[in-house]
């Protein structure tokens, strides 16, 4: 995994609520087992047409907007375990999804692939589309180590919660197998005692 640790970027705003893993990624797509290929279909049915066409007023089709980050609204994740949700977010240039809640098992998924779910309050959440909705081009900056999101035009900032396990991962660039082969020192130290 790449490492991360700090992001400023524009957003893409999906201000819709309860978006669950069959709208991320339908199960149609759910046909191959690398990550690679499922940004392509990220949003399909609200991106696209029956005649594959896209739909000119969803957002991922408007070059008005554009970044690394994509903010949603109150429950994003919900629905069934799906990895390939987070594996689709992410192919599709995203690294970070922000909202006000997420689903556990989404929220997990994302997580151990690398994609950081940032959960704000409400109030903050609201901030970040008014912040968008006056400049397409309004810039978050998302410092992963102090566990904080700024609205850099205004100031405004809000921190976030994370598993220090799962942060010290995302920082380091680490899978859970390459988290515990670099404790090889350790366990091999422990293991002479």
């Excluded at 994609?115 to 397409?136: C, G, M, R, T, Y």
């Excluded at 919660?161 to 991962?169: A, D, F, G, H, L």
């Amino acid at each position: 995994m790449r490492k991360f640790t700090k992001l400023t970027s524009a957003v893409v705003p999906l201000n819709i609520e309860n978006i669950d893993t069959d709208q991320i990624i339908p199960a149609r797509f759910l046909k191959a087992t690398t990550r690679e290929g499922f940004g392509e279909n990220l949003f399909r049915d609200w991106r696209y047409n029956g005649d594959n066409t896209p739909k000119q007023e969803f957002v991922l089709n408007n070059p008005t907007y554009s970044g690394k980050v994509l903010v949603a609204g109150k429950n994003f994740g919900c629905g069934s375990s799906r990895e390939h949700a987070a594996w689709a977010i992410q192919d599709a240039g995203f690294d970070v999804v922000i909202s006000s809640f997420f689903a556990d098992i989404f929220k997990g998924n994302a997580l151990n692939n690398g994609l950081l779910p940032i959960q704000v309050s409400d109030e903050f959440l609201a901030q970040i589309f008014k912040a968008v909705e006056a400049n397409a081009n309004s810039p978050l900056e998302v410092d992963l180590e102090n566990q904080t999101v700024t609205i850099v035009e205004t100031g405004k900032q809000e921190a976030f919660e994370i598993n220090p396990y799962k942060k010290s991962c995302l920082i380091n660039g680490y899978d859970d197998i390459d988290f515990i082969l670099a404790q090889t020192k350790l366990i091999e130290e422990f293991e002479k005692n």
